[in-house]
């Protein structure tokens, strides 16, 4: 079992900057691709980023250019650089691992969920 636990959120003005990490723990030497899904209120939990721990990387369209999803040398904490905040980036965003993450872009493709950290993008 994998635990993954979010951190980072919080409050920021349009056209602001957050960063959000995801640290996994648990099972030693999971390489499952490690990403990010955001729920806003009343809409369906939808694909934002992901990466393999090789260097590759899918963006949804809505966020390419903006966030920028990387990791850390130690293969256990991935990071969402989130740049150019819009009020339509609000919601709850999950990290997530699965090894279909970054093949499928889909929940279906995720074999382990964190608990969510919510990001609030207001003047």
């Known amino acids: 079992q994998v635990q993954l636990a979010e951190s980072g959120g919080g409050l920021v003005q349009p056209g602001g900057s957050l960063r959000l990490s995801c640290a996994a723990s648990?099972?030693?030497?999971?390489?499952?691709?490690m990403g990010w899904f955001r729920q806003a209120p009343e809409k369906e939990r939808e694909f934002v980023a992901a990466?393999?721990?090789?260097?590759?990387?899918r963006y949804a369209e809505s966020v390419k250019g903006r966030f920028i999803i990387f990791r850390d040398n130690t293969k256990t904490t991935g990071y969402l650089q989130m740049n150019n905040l819009k009020p339509e980036d609000t919601a709850v965003y999950y990290c997530?691992?699965?090894?279909?993450?970054?093949?499928?872009?889909?929940?279906?493709?995720?074999?382990?969920w964190g608990k969510g950290t919510l990001v609030t993008v207001s003047s």
């Open positions: 997530a691992m699965g090894v279909n993450l970054v093949a499928t872009q889909r929940s279906d493709g995720v074999n382990y």
């Open positions: 648990g099972r030693s030497g999971s390489t499952y691709p």
């Open positions: 990466f393999t721990w090789s260097g590759a990387s």
